[in-house]
């Protein structure tokens, strides 16, 4: 995953290096006369632990719709001892009086219906009546350890097709069961415009199915109790283990 922070960008999931102090596994990529250099990436003393994660879901975070990407959430993924992680991480840039920087990570604790350790899924975040919240949804995990035989130990399924949204300000989480959804997806293209979310192709582990639908997650912030709907739109192509960026406000690039 690339972490864009105005002219910085850093790459996170390389386990590191041989002989080199690197941990994380987040790097800065630095380009000088057509030569790429991968440098370590400080981080500021009160920072969390990041573990080298691969297939985690990754977001930008802005305080106003367009604006400034001021955090980058990172969520599950696997570790270098393949677990799965069920940490939410958010990661910010931090300048010191010298104009040097340094990368800050926080752990955000989550309550009510907290999503469980997960990979291959997607999160985005949505701006509706003022407000903003992080969608989350699919994904992959390790079968429960009440099913676990020494022969399918490491086996895993697809996550319950449940849409999470996330309020970051307080840390609740709450889990929506839309009928649209019948079937787990992981490896998807998800892309987030406005109050919607459009979640394209994808992988279902359970019947091994790739469906050709576009499915289009909406969300609306009242006062209230929040609320979300799906529609379903057909397609006749599905993205699997894609890469989507956005290139203006209503256009975006899928590539693979």
Known sequence: SLLHFGSHVFYLGQKGWPKRSCPTGVFLLDLKNDDLKLRPTTFTNDSCYLPPLRHPAVCSFSASQGGEITQYLIHGGKT??????????????????????????????????????????????????????VVMFGGRSYLPLNQRTTENWNNVIDCEPLVYLIDLQFG????????????????HVSLARNDTVYIFGGHSLGNN???????????????????????????????????VTQTSPDEFVIVG
């Open 80 to 133: 270098p001892n393949n677990e799965i992680s069920h940490k939410l991480y958010i990661m910010t840039m931090v300048f010191t009086v010298n104009k040097r920087f340094s990368l800050c990570c926080t752990e955000k604790d989550l309550a009510g219906d907290v999503p469980e350790a997960r990979y291959g899924h997607s999160m985005n975040v949505v701006f509706s009546r003022g407000k903003t919240a």
């Open 209 to 243: 199915f790739r469906p050709p639908n576009v499915y289009k997650i909406k969300v609306d912030l009242p006062l209230g109790s929040p609320a979300v709907s799906c529609t379903v739109i057909n397609s006749k192509l599905s993205f699997s283990s894609s890469i």
């Open 172 to 187: 609740c989480s709450t889990s929506f069961n839309l009928r649209e959804l019948q079937d787990g997806l992981s490896f």
